[in-house]
């Protein structure tokens, strides 16, 4: 092998090393919560009154009127921005090792932020005044 052979192996080898690392690490890129998300929330509707949503980073708990509660341990997230709301898609796991998937639509500028599940349009969320300082 003559010394030109030898470069071109030992750049083919490191730009190859290259491509792989960028593939693993966009690969490991993990989407978040959007932090204005982030809160404790409760809903005016009166099928949740006494009902409450904690959203944290990394779990979701639903917390129901006679005091039980259902907590999702976050594995994914995805959202979109669609004009001036975020469509979140948010992949959980409960208590059963049973897969969720919360499909939320989130207005961050709507009254100081309102949530609602996208397939409960009319059932709006709003950050709870009293929970906050929980979160």
């Given at each position: ?134 979160y």
């Amino acid at each position: 092998m003559n010394r030109s052979n030898i470069r071109y192996a030992t750049l083919m080898k490191l730009g190859s090393g290259l491509l792989l690392l960028l593939v693993l690490l966009s690969a490991c890129q993990r989407e978040y919560i959007p932090k204005g998300m982030v809160a404790a929330w409760v809903s005016e509707n009166k099928r949740y009154l006494g009902c409450y949503l904690l959203i944290s980073p990394d779990e979701i708990t639903l917390g129901a009127a006679d005091a039980t509660m259902h907590d999702y341990d976050v594995r994914k997230v995805k959202s979109r921005k669609r004009g001036g709301q975020l469509d979140v898609a948010i992949t959980a796991i409960d208590d059963q090792q049973m897969e969720v998937t919360f499909s939320l639509i989130f207005q961050p500028d709507k009254d100081d932020g309102i949530l609602y599940f996208e397939n409960q349009p009319d059932v709006v969320w709003q950050r709870s005044a009293y929970l906050s300082p929980l979160y």
